[in-house]
């Protein structure tokens, strides 16, 4: 079947700090990859996607690589903010197979002053 | 603009009860998907609703049910609640295009937290 496997949280991170939240994949087609983010009592922002292998989305520093190869989609962001603490989704939708996202479990960030 | 909203915030049942949650789309948008979020695990796809019929369904029993009305908007509906049925629920919106709608972004609502005691 389909599914995402993400690494595990809590990540806790100083201010300014390097992210890389990993992300692999498991897909019976050739799924669009996104990444949503969910703040305390919210519910899920886009953040970036990426529809075929080899591209990367952006959004706000934030940027994932559409890696075929190693079926992974890692998110990364060079210098994290206080204001980035959230919890972080990994998802698929697989071409021809409508609306349904299929998540990952999530992974909450922390970043410290 | 308004974006997905979703009523009531909070809501507290007993087992056995019924439960019906609301969803109102962002404005043009035509299709509405509803999610279930348990505690520390991501949204699970629970079925998707467009010109008032349900499109697409994920594992769930047929306790839980739904409706598409001609604005759009949409209800859930479940019945003979379970403990386990406490979770977020959370509503997506999306506009239909062409094909299978993969380039089409879902806007998600804030979700209502369901209690079950």
């Known amino acids: 079947g389909n599914s995402v496997t993400q690494m595990e949280g809590p990540v806790t991170l100083s201010e300014e700090a390097f992210l890389t939240i990993n992300c692999t994949y498991t897909?019976?087609?050739?799924?669009?990859l996104f990444w949503y983010v969910q703040y305390p009592g919210e519910g899920l922002q886009l953040l970036l996607k990426?529809?075929?292998?080899?591209d990367k989305g952006s959004n706000k520093g934030f940027e994932a690589t559409y890696r075929k190869e190693t079926t992974s989609f890692h998110l990364e962001k060079g210098s994290v903010q206080v204001s980035d603490s959230a919890v972080y989704f990994c998802?698929?939708?697989?071409?021809?197979?409508?609306?349904?996202?299929?998540f990952g479990t999530g992974t909450q960030l922390k970043v410290e002053l | 603009d308004a974006g997905v909203t979703q009523s009531p915030t909070h809501l507290i049942k007993t087992r056995g009860q019924q439960v019906t949650l609301r969803c109102s789309p962002k404005?043009?948008?035509?299709?509405v998907s509803w999610y279930q979020q348990a505690l520390g695990q991501g949204p699970q796809f629970i079925f998707q609703?467009?010109?008032?019929?349900?499109?697409q369904r994920g594992n769930f029993p047929d306790r839980f049910s739904g409706h598409q009305f001609p604005n759009y908007s949409s209800e859930l509906n479940v019945n003979a609640l379970l403990l386990g049925d406490s979770a977020l629920y959370l509503c997506?919106?999306?506009?239909?295009?062409?094909?299978?709608?993969?380039?089409?972004?879902?806007?998600f609502g804030d979700g209502t937290r369901l209690s079950i005691l």
């Open positions: 609703y467009y010109e008032e019929e349900e499109r």
């Open positions: 404005s043009g948008h035509d299709t």
């Open positions: 897909a019976t087609g050739y799924p669009s």
């Open positions: 997506a919106s999306s506009l239909a295009g062409l094909g299978d709608y993969s380039n089409q972004p879902q806007h």
């Open positions: 990426a529809t075929k292998a080899d």
């Open positions: 998802a698929l939708k697989l071409t021809g197979g409508g609306n349904k996202l299929t």
